[in-house]
Structure formats: C-alpha cells, structure tokens
C-alpha cells in the first residue's frame, strides 16, 4: 500500500490541448505503456478534487481491458477517491511524463490486499519537453516567490521546485489561498546571492497535501506568462547550477 508522503514534484499534471500530438490512441499501445509503468515499478499519484495520493500499477489486463492500482493506507483517502466523479493519473516512464483522467473506478481486490480497478483509458498523454522537468530546490538555501493579491497585501511563499516552464510554491492553507487559473502580475522571485525577477504567473494546480506528522499543507503549481527573456535567463542559469551542484553530490564530488 502507498503512503501518504508528499507527491514528487514530476509526478504534477500538467495541462495540455486535447488535440496535442502528445496523446496516444492506440488500445496497444496504450497497454504497452502501462505495462511497462507497472514493470518499472514507477511511483504514480491519483489526483482528485483538490486531494491527491501516491499510487503504483499493479496489473494491466488486456482481456478485461481493466487497469488495477494500489490503493493508500488512509481509508478515508480511498473512499474519497473513489466517490470521485473525475481523476487524474499522473506517472513517469524513463523520464517521460505518463498521465490521463479515470471518470470513475471502484474497489476491488489484488494479490488479496485492497486495490483500485478502472477501465482502460480511452487515451493517455505521453510528454517530454524541457518545461515538464522540475528540478527540486534545496532547503538550506530557500528561494521564494513574492505574489501582490487583490486585497493589497502580498504572498511570499517559500518555492520548492522550478523549472524553465513554471515552479511550485508550498505552505498553510491559511496562507495558499489563491484562484486557480488567475494570473498574478509582478510576482517577485527571490533567488541566491540577492539576484531577483519579476515575472506574471498563473494558476495551473492546487493540491492538499498531508504530511506524515498529519500536517495539512497546500501545494501550489504557477505557470510563467510571456516572461522577459533576461528573467528567463537568469532562471534557466540558476536550474543549471542546481543540476551541476545535484550531479556532483550524486558523484560524491564537490561543484565549483
């Protein structure tokens, strides 16, 4: 069974026009692909009127043209997805964004533990491009997102993950309340070292999130609008100096 850790940064839904090339039609295909989520073991998260929960694959039968997932340890969570009249699956396969909507799905039961069953999806979404790939942002040196509100007073919010498309902001519900696709003008982002910029953003995703300790926090996915080149510059250096300074910690090196 899934816990109720908070939900990967890669693992958002994005929101892409139906008559996109990314989506896949072929029954096939669309088996193969789950398939090969299942076989990889990749996390995957349920997304639902404004909740969300990790899950995994477990089986893809194309007989029954039925997909089976686990279900979380919060039972109440479970119910709740399952009254849902609309769902969000969200995977990864080799660093390619898998994701399409469940209209419904029930209880069952798999490998005699409680489970998920839901039809085959009719499509699914398979995306790569640079925007969908967020990089995490270190917590021992913050960066944060300053947003004006129509009441006058300000948001700033500590940002938790960025990437050349958009970020992520995190914190109480008491202090996330934002409109989901409202567009907010001359938000400011504070980066290391002092560096600023200004940039218009836009609601994309806002999801309740509960931390291990039982915590409610709220999750909030911004979009960049028309941003400037010179911001999108200085956005695009800090993610690769993030990646460097990753990638030598991974090697156990030390970045210069």
């Not at 996390?43 to 639902?48: I, N, T, Y």
């Not at 910029?197 to 039982?214: A, C, E, S, W, Y």
Request: proline letters at 5%; charged letters at 20%.
């Amino acid at each position: 069974m899934s816990d109720n850790s908070a939900i990967p940064p890669k693992l958002e839904p994005v929101s892409v026009p139906e008559d996109s090339d990314f989506y896949v039609y072929s029954k096939t295909e669309i088996i193969s692909i789950l398939r090969d989520v299942q076989e990889a073991r990749e996390s995957a998260a349920l997304f639902f009127g404004g909740q969300s929960m990790l899950t995994s694959v477990l089986k893809v039968s194309s007989v029954k043209e039925l997909v089976y997932l686990d279900c979380n340890i919060n039972k109440e969570l479970n119910a709740q997805a399952v009254a849902s009249k609309r769902l969000t699956f969200v995977s990864t396969l080799h660093n390619v964004k898998v994701q399409f909507a469940i209209p419904r799905m029930e209880f069952t039961e798999h490998g005699g533990q409680p489970a998920f069953v839901l039809k085959l999806p009719k499509t699914v979404l398979r995306l790569q491009r640079r925007e969908s790939f967020r990089i995490s942002t270190p917590t021992t040196i913050p960066i944060t997102c300053s947003m004006p509100l129509p009441n006058g007073n300000r948001l700033t919010a500590v940002v938790v993950d960025i990437s050349a498309g958009g970020l992520a902001i995190f914190g109480s519900p008491e202090e996330m309340k934002l409109d989901l696709m409202a567009i907010y003008r001359n938000c400011l982002i504070v980066l290391p070292d002092s560096e600023q910029v200004h940039v218009d953003l836009q609601v994309r995703g806002i999801f309740d999130i509960t931390l291990k300790n039982n915590v409610a926090k709220k999750r909030v996915g911004l979009q960049f609008i028309d941003i400037p080149n010179h911001a999108q510059s200085i956005i695009q250096r800090y993610i690769m100096k993030l990646q460097m300074e990753q990638r030598a910690k991974s090697e156990g090196g030390k970045w210069q």
